[in-house]
């Protein structure tokens, strides 16, 4: 069987793109349950205030996971347009 050219591009575009997804995925979720857990066995440790102000370490925690979530998106959508978008090029 002979593999032609738009089929390897379509064969590293699927590859690629799930790498890319799953590997971003895994880590949010990793950081999203890493964080439920603390909540539910150490509680203590993100009850914490920061400082004089009413404002704790779960709160800076949590805010950060969403930020980071976020920005991982944004990579997402830059690698996708970027080089993603010239692989879809290729196998049309």
């Given at each position: 069987m002979?593999?032609?050219?738009?089929?390897?591009?379509y064969?590293?575009?699927?590859?690629?793109?799930?790498?890319?997804?799953f590997?971003?995925?895994l880590?949010?979720?990793?950081?999203?349950?890493?964080?439920?857990?603390?909540?539910?066995?150490?509680?203590?440790?993100?009850?914490?205030?920061?400082?004089?102000?009413?404002?704790?370490?779960g709160?800076v925690?949590g805010?950060?996971?969403?930020?980071?979530?976020?920005?991982?998106?944004?990579?997402?959508?830059?690698?996708?347009?970027?080089?993603?978008?010239?692989?879809?090029?290729?196998?049309?």
């Open positions: 002979v593999v032609s050219s738009k089929q390897k591009a064969e590293k575009f699927i590859f690629i793109n799930k790498l890319i997804s590997t971003f995925s880590v949010i979720l990793l950081l999203y349950f890493s964080f439920i857990l603390v909540i539910g066995f150490r509680p203590d440790l993100l009850s914490i205030f920061i400082g004089e102000t009413s404002i704790t370490f709160i925690i805010l950060l996971i969403i930020i980071f979530s976020i920005f991982l998106t944004f990579v997402f959508t830059i690698i996708a347009n970027n080089y993603l978008d010239k692989l879809k090029k290729e196998i049309r």
